[in-house]
């Protein structure tokens, strides 16, 4: 049985709330598990949280994408006494299983590598110095390596000294860090089938967010497209159930666009058109029990963006809108979405918005917004019908 030493973050820093987040990382590492096919026992002692599986490698794959964990090492186990004499024998059995971690890492004379050691249980005779310096020297004379204590070592062995054990382990792999999914509420997120978006929503959810994908599709492809990105989203997903929303874009924008052309005012339309498609995401958060809605914006990136359309866009609305991305430019999104898989889905099709107007408007103002939605509703109320010569209201003079 292969034993996974899972870590994780600020959880640490939840104080009395501690508690609640080790359980939700814990289910979700479980859940993880069972979705992937994966047979493990996941337990917790004192601050440390651990996977006992027959599946390591399997496990460190789908295990390294649960939020909450910062790294996971699969470790081994080496018994360790208190004594002096016990001691010397305990940390020699550790240098040994150092030199079989640092051959199965494949350590060799060309490369670099270095110990760090910790001593949890200060009970062991043999502080974290003299532990890396001997198991240091073991595994430079197995394995003819040099040396190096900087972070740019090739290979670091870890040794960790509890109360009766040391764990060793020659490989530490990055998670996604953040908050376990499920901790903090839920978020309806405004997803396209672009690059922005995906990245913003897979942002909350590493915050502990549940997040609601919301939809406005103009064709069937796009909405295949954006199937596909929260596929690869729900990789990311143990603790939460993520199933989009896929509704019809010209069905909701069409009414507004109408009015907006009756006066000329086609400029606006990107502006609009948001602002109804959030009214939407709002309501369906209020349905939802949701508590935010979050997009894709990056200050400046497009039209919709700059900082004065965006304080129109959301000028009325009644839930906080969340935008993760707003500080990052576009390169940085880019890379995100890489890291993450979804970049790959996004660019198969680009797809164009049929109602984007030649000449988008960029620097808009709240006072411009509301003298141009007093127009719009003043468009909308039926005019009174004429007054006969005798004042009766729409009498015929026949």
């Not at 490698?57 to 004594?83: D, H, K, Y």
């Not at 005012?265 to 602002?275: A, G, I, N």
């Not at 468009?379 to 026949?398: F, I, M, Q, W, Y």
Request: aromatic share 6%; net charge positive; with cysteine.
């Amino acid at each position: 049985m292969g034993l996974i030493l899972l870590r994780y973050g600020e959880i640490a820093l939840k104080g009395q709330n501690r508690t609640y987040f080790f359980r939700k990382l814990r289910r979700n590492v479980r859940q993880c598990l069972k979705a992937n096919g994966v047979a493990g026992d996941v337990w917790q002692e004192g601050q440390r949280i651990y996977l006992a599986t027959d599946q390591v490698e399997a496990a460190v794959e789908a295990v390294q994408r649960v939020f909450g964990i910062v790294s996971l090492s699969p470790v081994q186990a080496v018994p360790v006494e208190r004594s002096a004499e016990g001691s010397c024998r305990s940390l020699e059995a550790i240098a040994q299983e150092a030199v079989r971690v640092a051959r199965r890492a494949g350590l060799n004379p060309a490369q670099s590598f270095r110990v760090n050691a910790r001593r949890a249980d200060k009970s062991f005779p043999h502080i974290s110095p003299e532990i890396e310096r001997q198991v240091g020297a073991a595994i430079a004379s197995a394995t003819g390596a040099r040396v190096n204590l900087s972070a740019a070592a090739d290979v670091e062995i870890g040794v960790e000294v509890q109360s009766g054990r040391a764990l060793v382990f020659g490989e530490i792999v990055t998670g996604p860090g953040g908050l376990p999914l499920g901790s903090q509420g839920q978020v309806v997120a405004l997803l396209s089938s672009g690059i922005d978006s995906p990245v913003a929503a897979w942002l909350m959810m590493k915050r502990g967010c549940g997040v609601i994908p919301l939809h406005f599709s103009v064709s069937q492809a796009q909405a295949d497209q954006v199937e596909a990105i929260v596929e690869t989203l729900k990789r990311y997903a143990y603790g939460w159930h993520l199933k989009p929303i896929i509704l019809s874009h010209s069905e909701i924008l069409g009414p507004t666009l109408a009015r907006l052309r009756a006066i000329r005012k086609e400029r606006w339309t990107c502006l609009f058109c948001k602002r109804i498609l959030l009214a939407k995401a709002a309501k369906i958060a209020e349905e939802m029990e949701a508590s935010a809605l979050v997009t894709g914006d990056s200050l400046g990136q497009v039209a919709s963006q700059t900082l004065s359309n965006l304080e129109v866009i959301s000028y009325g609305l009644r839930k906080p809108i969340l935008r993760p991305l707003i500080g990052l430019d576009k390169t940085e999104i880019i890379a995100l979405a890489r890291r993450i898989g979804t970049y790959e889905a996004s660019i198969k099709a680009a797809h164009t918005c049929p109602f984007l107007p030649d000449r988008p408007l960029t620097q808009s103002s709240v006072a411009k917004l509301r003298a141009l939605m007093k127009q719009m509703t003043e468009l909308e109320e039926p005019h009174p019908a004429p007054e006969d010569a005798k004042g009766k209201r729409g009498a015929s003079n026949v």
